[in-house]
């Protein structure tokens, strides 16, 4: 399964993020896919003020704050309407 998070550089909340999924891959078969909204300026006007954003494969979004076990609980929940 492909997520993706909505990031940009220089933000600590987004690195804060990547760990979180970082650690969440280590036990759910995910790829984190990073997309720069600095680059993007419908990106930008999307998610400049939300980010971290991440999005799953239905295209379900988790806005930040959120911690490990809300991560995962999702991550279950795609599983599971993908299997």
């Known amino acids: 399964m492909i997520v993706i998070q909505y990031t940009t550089a220089g933000c600590h909340l987004c690195e804060q993020a990547l ?10 078969d995910i790829n984190i ?3 720069e909204i600095g680059d993007d ?3 930008v ?7 971290p ?3 799953f494969p239905d295209q379900q979004r988790l806005y930040w704050p959120f911690d490990l076990t809300e991560l ?6 795609q599983s599971s309407s993908y299997t």
């Open 19 to 28: 760990a979180l999924l970082e650690e969440t891959s280590k036990i759910n």
């Open 33 to 35: 896919k990073l997309v």
């Open 41 to 43: 300026d419908n990106l």
């Open 45 to 51: 006007n999307q998610f400049g003020v939300h980010i």
């Open 53 to 55: 954003v991440v999005e």
């Open 72 to 77: 995962n609980q999702k991550i279950q929940e």
